[in-house]
């Protein structure tokens, strides 16, 4: 076949998948790092989406995905991205007037149904857990989406992910580990707010809560949001810091929620690629300085059952200090 | 850049102009596929293109040097250098850290401390594939198999980026005749070519990423979680997944050559029909067995010095095999099992002649030996692995075996049963077909095949890691 008519196959090939994928190409988009594909990939794909969706192109896609069970990740008009931070306030109200709820305490026979979630970080600690608790307490079940934010709902909405997995796992206690992700900048009122900013903060925190609220179920089931660690970055020191205080703040508002304070607790606060575990030097880190490596990732992991083993006591037999 | 991904869509569609554009200009094709396929290894960090560079550059001047010394000793010491920074660059990015770590280890037990600095070093995608063209390459022009090349030939025969990242390993006398022939631009071999990427889509987007995410990870992450009907389907789907990951990359990497006017060898020849397990290594990763047997098997020895020889050679060349993919108690012994599996099976054919399994039976034992060998290859520890054999008999509920995952793991292992002409005749029918016409059914392709991903998006291919 001569090589134009291959192009010519190739082109109506990319231009039917494009067509009919065009809230992939919008959401592929929107999970790039900013930058000039991140701006060609979007200023295409933006356009297409709306030619498309007006004709109905999406339906197929949408059959499809139905079809390989995949729920929609992303929507609009969700509070996740148009709530106002009053639910801070009610939240805590409603906080303060709950009693401490009870929790069924894990069996050898009936082990704990734990899902553990989150961004990339979430892998290595649901991977841990399974070692680093008392064996047999535990049955856990790991999904990280990586590359997510809660700063970045038009590429993947942790609030509509949380309704779906809360619903069809229906877990007993949940751990969330994310935020090396976020720093993307956050519109409130129509102003833009960097990390740094206040308004940021408060934002995050109110997104925290809105996430919270859908997997604690009012505190009937606990969850422990483990934050992004020290980085070796400064800038992303500053970001992580900033935001902590957010989650803090969302995590004491929220009945069921914990905070595990992997920031401040390990090495003390302080940045280091190298950790001493159990009298034992070990590369904690990744290259990117901010993953934790298999080995590294017990510290963040034995903090999650210590704060798990408050409201599971059997948890705390090994934990470590 | 990996292929599945809209930067890589549109880097081929431009690539794919510019190369045929240039063709009949080799002087000003050469540098341009040299520069695309930097570009294309260099999207994620640039400074591995250095790497690479380095490399293509030390292995021509050894190789210019073996190809016009007079001198014996001289062709032989060009070799040892080459050879010896080929592994020394693998050396240093793949097992170092792994090496200091074990020796800082045992310093420790040994009540020395840990003195040793703990490395973190970022293994460079493809090294190992790149690396062992490279050895190839010198040994080939050492032994007068292949002639010494230009510099840019050598970069391309290294870095073309279709087989650049997990192979197919591509030799110099396959390779580089293909870049002194002229190509013509009206008989492209579209057939084969968007048959295999569409395939080889379809492959890792619909089985592969498939299974690994609604079984293969979920009993590997906590075997002791699940029943014995999980593990077993974790077991044989792990089988498919990487089957199907990995020969659905190298469908992509041959088709997407073919497209642009190139034959790269074939990897996989329907390897879980294999027979024994000589068989299935003339089946599977072809053109790493048959590295490991021109460059490890038959200069140590191969079979030519007695049996005992014979075993240690095939033993040590299966543990390097193993090695080869990590530095990792769990691929030394994938590796082991495979040779002591071809070296049971070499000492029954010699010591028991006429002895002959059913074909079924010998299909069934070679199956899982094989499926055996990849619960460790799988498994992040040890430890791991001796769960996952240790729950095989566990009683319990078993909601991850379901209908669409078994019928997965079944499909990919059966469909290499079918008979390659029907594949052919349809590819045949396929390009009969008017552009529009071919255009939409691999549009259609596409969707589902992304579809079938869902938001999660293309797990990065599990050859990558080596």
Known sequence: MPAGRVLGVIVVALAIAALFNSEAIVRAGEGMKPGTTRDIVLSIGRPLDDVAGAIGFHLPRDGLDLAFGHDPKTASGTELEEGSTSILQKLRRRREAAAQAEYRQPTPKRPLDLFVTGDSEASFVGERLVDQAPRGLLDVETVARNGTALTNPAFFNWELNAKQEMESRNPEAVVMAIGGNDGFNVEVGGELYGPLDPEWQTEYARRVAVVLREMTRNGKRPVYWVPPPTARDDEFNAIYAAQNRAVKEAVRAVPGARYVDVYNTINGGKYSDELTIDGRRVLARQSDGVHFTRDGAILPTRLTLRAMARDYPALGRKAGP | ???????????????????????????????????????????????????????????????????????????????????????????????????????????????????????????????????????????????????????????????????????????????????????????????????????????????????????????????????????????????????????????????????????????????????????????????LSRWLRDYLYIPLGGNRHGERRTYRNLMLTMLLGGLWHGA?????????????????????????????????????????????????????????????????????????????????????????????GWWRQAESWLVARPVAAQGVAFGVLLVISDAAVGQQGVAPFIYFQF
């Open chain 2, 328 to 420: 990792a108690w769990t691929f030394v012994i994938w590796g082991g099992i495979h040779g002591a599996a071809l070296s049971v099976e070499r000492w029954g054919r010699e010591h028991v002649p006429g002895f002959r399994l059913p074909r079924w039976l010998a299909w069934l034992v070679t199956f899982n030996v094989v499926c055996l060998a990849w619960v460790f290859f799988r498994s992040p520890n040890l430890s791991t692995a001796f769960d996952m054999l240790g729950q095989i008999g566990a009683a319990g509920p078993s909601p991850l075996v379901t209908l669409p995952m078994v019928f997965l793991t079944v499909a990919a292992i059966l469909v290499q049963a079918l008979p390659n």
């Open chain 2, 1 to 287: 850049m990996i292929f599945p991904t809209i930067e890589f869509a549109a880097f081929f569609v431009v690539v794919f102009v510019l190369s045929w554009a240039l063709m009949p200009h080799p002087r000003a094709w050469r540098p341009f596929i040299v520069v695309a396929s930097y570009f294309f290894y260099g999207w994620v960090d640039w400074r591995w293109v250095l790497l690479l560079t380095s490399s293509s550059l030390v292995n021509t001047v050894a190789a210019r040097v073996i190809a016009t010394s007079p001198s014996q000793l001289v062709r032989r010491r060009a070799l040892i250098v080459a050879i010896v920074f080929d592994l020394g660059l693998l050396c240093v990015f793949k097992y170092l850290g792994f090496f200091v770590t074990e020796v800082d280890d045992f310093l420790d037990t040994l009540g020395l401390g840990s003195p040793l600095p703990l490395l973190q070093i970022v293994l460079p995608i493809g090294i190992s594939f790149f690396t062992f063209q490279a050895i190839s390459y010198v040994v080939d022009v050492y032994r007068g198999d292949t002639r010494a090349a230009s510099l840019g030939d050598v970069a391309i025969l290294q870095s073309f980026f279709p087989h650049l990242v997990a192979g197919p390993i591509v030799r110099a006398n396959e390779l580089l005749p293909q870049l002194r022939m002229p190509r013509d631009p009206r008989s492209v071999l579209a057939g084969p070519g968007l048959f295999l990427v569409a395939g080889g889509l379809v492959k890792k987007t619909v089985v592969a990423d498939e299974l690994a995410r609604r079984v293969v990870d979920p009993v590997f992450n906590d075997p002791l979680a699940h029943s014995g009907a999980e593990v077993l389907l974790a077991i044989y789907g792990f089988a498919a997944q990487i089957y199907c990951d990995f020969s659905g990359y190298t469908d992509m990497a041959i088709g997407l050559a073919l497209l642009l006017g190139f034959v790269l060898p074939q990897n996989f020849n329907r390897p879980y029909l294999a027979l024994s397990l000589q068989d299935f290594w003339r089946r599977w990763h072809i053109t």
